[in-house]
């Protein structure tokens, strides 16, 4: 019990100066635009366009949710260590996984409120188009929340590793390169002999599948069926795993870091 | 505040040998821990930025009783705030054993029992005072109203009651620090662990900062603190330990020290000069000389002389001495 009233109490924190900030309002400020830039499509009548609309939407969703995953993240740990705000923090009975654990459950909260913000902000602007919502589109929901989960804890790791600009440098080529590099990987190991075929296949795990994720495509299609349960088990599962693996390193290297 | 007492599996024996290495108030058996901190033959060394290792702290050893006020001073680059870090466990040492109650420094269980200021006051730009104090607080383990009346309190302490509710980044550098004491404070610890307690406070901060943390000492509490404001140690402290470049210098009790620094100045007339009992004899005018005394049995010798070749005492002064020469003094020699 103790343990989680420490993380709420950090994930609050994070959320408040999150909101002090004005981070979650920008996104409002954009998910508006979306909605000004739909409605001016409408204009021009985009009748039969349902299909593009619903892809715009959901790439302008991944895009911006993503933007504000990566630089919540990366930042929160090496801006702690500069400011110097860590060592009342740390001066409590917390231990540095605590706090570690706690930043990435803020930085969800963010980057969760922040996402569904610009969905409601979305849905609405698709509504007025008249676009139908299928199942399927609740489990993109959901899907890309997991995904957001990933690419915080991704960013989190790197943020422990480097400058915030390199981790936010390369948490925004693994979050939007990661299809193009793993079918990179795929096409290296299939032409290499199977030590190195097996180092590539090592590699490929190793990285995080975003793309497992993205349900956006099939979210933009008219009339495809949900995916099957097995497979958004997979994907909690997967989520649970990959954050905690990169928790894991975020606190190997923050454990004895001297601050 | 009497002796702690830690876990079986928290003990061990322990000999300590020479000063300054103060001896433990232990049982046989080891149950009972009596110092709030002990430190021995510390080391802790920083990678510098070309790669070269620097020593910060070299063989560092002291202890500190339950219930003192203890004051650690050093010139800049002394290795006070890497000690104090040690203590919080925000540094790793290099060698050395560094406990506090009895309980390894920077442990869960021993942070639980300190209140630790740190040398920048910088907090959440983005956050009130109020805020800035309840997340401390949920961090200790309180919650609820208790959590809340102790903030409004602690705010109110420090006098910041009518800032409480303004953002911590609108604030100056001496209510920031104020926040930060206010900080140190929640949960009533028993050990308050300061880092330039006094910086940014104006002259009424700092004597309001005397008063509290003299409440805090009657209540029980142990002060250990690292202040440049030699001023403040000579009010607060009731021993003072010295440290240059890593290495320990000596430690003082501030009654002793303030009687060694202590003079006493006799003006007389109509008597010969005091000579071999003085320290200093200076002649000021139409016939007075001016006597000074090192310890308050010569003064009293001097008057009885005086008084016996039939001299007038004109003025009889106790001159406090400088703490500052004495710190300079020693750093000097020190080094």
């Known amino acids: 019990m103790r343990k989680i009233r420490v993380w709420k109490a950090l994930a609050r924190g994070v959320l408040l100066e999150s909101l002090r900030r004005k981070d979650l309002w920008v996104v409002a400020i954009l998910g508006f635009l979306i909605i000004c830039a739909a409605g001016a499509l409408g204009f021009f009548g985009i009748n039969g366009l349902q299909a593009f609309v619903k892809d715009l939407g959901v790439t302008v969703l991944g895009l911006f949710s993503t933007i504000m995953a990566v630089l919540t993240s990366c930042r929160l740990l090496p801006e702690e260590i500069k400011q110097r705000t860590l060592y009342p923090l740390l001066s409590r009975p917390i231990s540095r996984f605590d706090l570690l654990f706690g930043k990435w459950l803020g930085a969800v909260v963010v980057t969760w409120a922040a996402f569904l913000l610009l969905v409601a902000l979305t849905a609405g602007a698709l509504m007025t188009f008249n676009v139908r919502f299928e199942p399927i589109m609740l489990q993109y929901v959901v899907a890309k929340m997991m995904g957001l989960a990933v690419v915080c804890a991704v960013s989190l790791a790197m943020g422990t590793f480097m400058t915030p600009q390199a981790a936010a440098t390369l948490s925004f080529i693994l979050a939007f390169g990661s299809s193009m590099l793993i079918r990179g990987l795929i096409m290296a190991y299939d032409a290499s002999n199977p030590y190195m075929a097996w180092i590539f296949k090592l590699i490929n795990v190793s990285l995080p599948q975003y793309s497992l994720f993205d349900l956006g495509g099939r979210a933009a299609n008219i009339g495809w069926s949900p995916v099957p349960p097995w497979v958004m088990a997979f994907l909690f599962t997967y989520m649970v795993v990959y954050c905690g693996a990169m928790l894991t390193l975020s606190w190997a290297k923050f454990r004895r870091q001297t601050i | ?335």
């Open chain 2, 1 to 335: 505040m009497g002796a702690r007492y830690a876990s079986p599996g928290q003990c061990r024996a322990r000999e300590h040998t020479g000063a300054p290495k103060a001896s433990r108030a232990e049982t046989d058996n080891c149950a009972v821990i009596g110092d709030a901190i002990w430190v021995e033959d510390l080391h802790v060394r920083y990678r510098a930025k070309n790669g070269r290792w620097v020593n910060a702290v070299q063989g560092l050893s002291f202890s500190v009783k339950p219930g003192e006020v203890v004051g650690f001073l050093g010139p800049n680059g002394a290795g006070k705030s890497s000690t104090l870090k040690v203590l919080m466990g925000f540094v790793e040492p290099k060698s050395g054993a560094c406990e506090v109650f009895g309980l390894k420094a920077g442990s869960l269980e021993a942070k639980s029992r300190i209140g630790y200021l740190p040398e920048v006051a910088v907090y959440y730009p983005f956050l009130t005072p109020v805020e800035t104090l309840t997340l401390y607080g949920e961090l200790q383990g309180l919650s609820g109203a208790s959590l809340k009346q102790e903030c409004r309190d602690l705010l109110e302490l420090v006098g910041l009651k009518d800032a409480q509710t303004k953002l911590n980044k609108t604030l100056s550098k001496g209510m920031l620090q104020r926040v930060g004491i206010a900080q140190s404070l929640l949960g009533k610890p028993e050990l308050l662990i300061l880092d330039e307690v006094t910086s940014g406070l104006d002259p009424v901060g700092r004597k309001e900062l005397r008063s509290l943390m003299k409440d805090r000492q009657k209540e029980g509490a142990t002060l250990f603190f690292s202040s440049h404001e030699l001023s403040e140690v000579d009010m607060l402290c009731d021993r003072i330990l010295l440290i240059n470049k890593g290495v320990f210098v000596e430690e003082r009790q501030m009654d002793a020290l303030k009687d060694e620094l202590r003079k006493y100045v006799l003006v007389y007339s109509g008597a010969p000069p005091l000579v071999g009992l003085a320290s200093d004899l200076d002649e000021v005018g139409a016939g007075s000389i001016r006597a000074s005394f090192a310890t308050k049995q010569d003064l009293l010798q001097g008057l009885d002389r005086v008084s016996q070749a039939g001299g007038h005492v004109d003025d009889v002064v106790a001159q406090e001495g400088s703490l500052e020469e004495y710190f300079i003094e020693r750093i000097k020699e020190a080094a």
